[in-house]
């Protein structure tokens, strides 16, 4: 039987924004129990998790899958906001929300659920499809794009910085974050430039719920 360890996760619920590992994500920090989070954090370990809200309530249920980071980078503003880059660990899964005397929200996480391979490669006729579908949809989208800088990247680069930023809803985002292995993520990129190039709209008004 295996027995998985957990660990308790200062956690920053934020719709449309993905950490993968070993990519790094610039986020201002303004809200006060937010910085309070990061203050907290550069005192201890400098990890906070990244994770999508499923409503926009004020106490929002959370999506079980996220990913922790380290504060790499901080720029600490004379009115108390952050300016920080986190640099994506491992992604994790909820097992409960504590019960914290802090302003921010704090789980209980496991980390070896999910694989992680950073040397996983994409078979060739995938990775040109990918490149082939997001040429169309920029075309479709009137985005410009350094193409020659995007083919340069390795294979786990170019699709989870493209997940990261692609202009999908927030289901279609949990969706590729969760996606197991890097294969699994690009077909389903794929996929998903397909459908919203298709419906001409990369928004929350086109889902694929």
């Known amino acids: 039987m295996t027995v998985r360890t957990t660990q308790r996760v200062s956690i920053f619920p934020l719709a449309g924004a993905l950490l993968f590992p070993r990519l790094s994500l610039p986020l201002h920090i303004f809200e006060p129990r937010y910085c309070a989070m990061i203050s907290d954090s550069l005192a201890r370990d400098r990890r906070i998790g990244m994770i999508q809200p499923r409503s926009e309530d004020l106490v929002p249920e959370l999506f079980e899958i996220g990913c922790v980071g380290r504060i790499s980078a901080v720029e600490a503003l004379d009115d108390g906001r952050y300016n920080i880059v986190l ?79 692609a202009p999908f809803d927030i289901a279609s985002k949990q969706a590729l974050l969760e996606a197991p292995t890097l294969i699994d993520r690009a077909d389903l990129l794929v ?14 008004r086109a889902t694929l719920q």
């Open 87 to 165: 640099e994506g660990i491992a992604r994790f899964r909820i097992h409960r929300e504590l019960d914290a005397a802090t302003p921010f929200r704090q789980v209980e996480a496991i980390f070896d659920c999910l694989p992680d391979d950073p040397g996983e490669t994409l078979p060739h006729i995938l990775r040109a499809d990918f490149e082939g579908e997001a040429k169309r949809f920029a075309d479709a989208r009137g985005i410009q794009l350094d193409w020659d800088a995007l083919t340069s990247l390795d294979d786990e680069t170019l699709i989870n910085a493209s997940a990261q930023v």
């Open 191 to 204: 996929q998903l430039l397909r459908f919203f190039r298709e419906q001409g709209e990369g928004d929350s």
